[in-house]
């Protein structure tokens, strides 16, 4: 395993060298955000429940599930194929949106299932999972429990170290809450690639470990 700093090193000049399509595919994601909980800030301002449901509603259906294919398209950009970044990611929406979108609400479902026995469990359940959007990018004739399970099964002894990877990244979270959130264009893809950089040294390090049960 490459040590956090060589992986960022990695994320970074990965996209340095072609930042357009990475920031770009960020703003529709970042402008979806923004759409779907303006919404739901009128519908609190407003008292209304119509609008908070339709928010929670348009969060599950459309935000959640482009959040997972934007991971993917983070894999596909890493990969070489920058410059169809943002096609990439609105067609596989289009194309293969009932699969990710029963993986990504599996995850959060599993994810709040073990929130409920405390906070704790429900973080670390998070990292097991967080493979899931590659592997489940690069085996599509996988289910989505298999995917799941070989993200748990990948990421066993490993969760640890990817925590700390993120958490090297505070000084860039700092400047998003500076930037009143416009650095995230250009933070949110640098730390997914990074995750990508994360995943593929972990492909290359023999699974011996059978999966854990969800």
Known sequence: MKIYSEIRQSAYNALTTNWKPAVLATLILACV?????????????????????ITFVLNICIFVPLLFIFKIAMLGFYN???????????????????????????????????????????????YAYAMTPYIAAENPELGAEECINRSMKMMYGHKWELFVLDITFIGWYLLIIVTCGIASLFVAPYTELARVEFYKELKSEPQIVEAQEV
């Open 33 to 53: 955000y923004i759409v779907i909980y303006g919404i739901g800030y009128c519908g609190g301002q407003n008292g209304s429940a119509t609008l908070s449901f």
């Open 80 to 126: 070489g194929y920058a410059d169809d970044t943002v096609k990439n990611m609105l067609d596989t929406f289009k194309t293969k949106y009932s699969r990710y979108l029963v993986l990504s609400l599996l995850i959060a479902v599993y994810t709040f299932l073990w929130g409920l026995l405390f906070i704790i469990p429900g973080i670390i359940k998070s």
